[in-house]
């Protein structure tokens, strides 16, 4: 079972959105848009977990389609920074 993202209040035009899973923690930045996409993630800033483990390509993927899972209900469709992540 994934748990979920924990967020910040928007307050402002940049953030950070704290991600929880198995345990461990990881932050990826976002910025706020004007326009059809409110949000973006930039996949850049998922680097390493709480433990100092490095994110794996595998888990950067499954942390950014988790969080758009989860906005996407609140603010429509999330952009993310990097082709390979839409």
């Known amino acids: 079972m ?13 953030g950070l959105i704290e991600y929880s899973k198995a345990g461990r923690t990881t932050k990826v930045d976002w910025e706020m848009l004007v326009g059809e996409r409110p949000l973006i993630l930039f996949s850049r800033s998922i680097q390493q977990w709480s433990d100092g483990a490095p994110v794996s390509e595998e888990e950067r993927a499954a ?18 920074d990097d082709p390979r992540y839409q």
């Open 2 to 14: 994934t748990e979920k993202p924990v967020y910040p209040q928007l307050r402002g035009r940049a």
């Open 63 to 80: 942390i950014i389609n988790d969080i758009r899972d989860d906005l996407r209900s609140k603010l429509g469709e999330v952009e993310v």
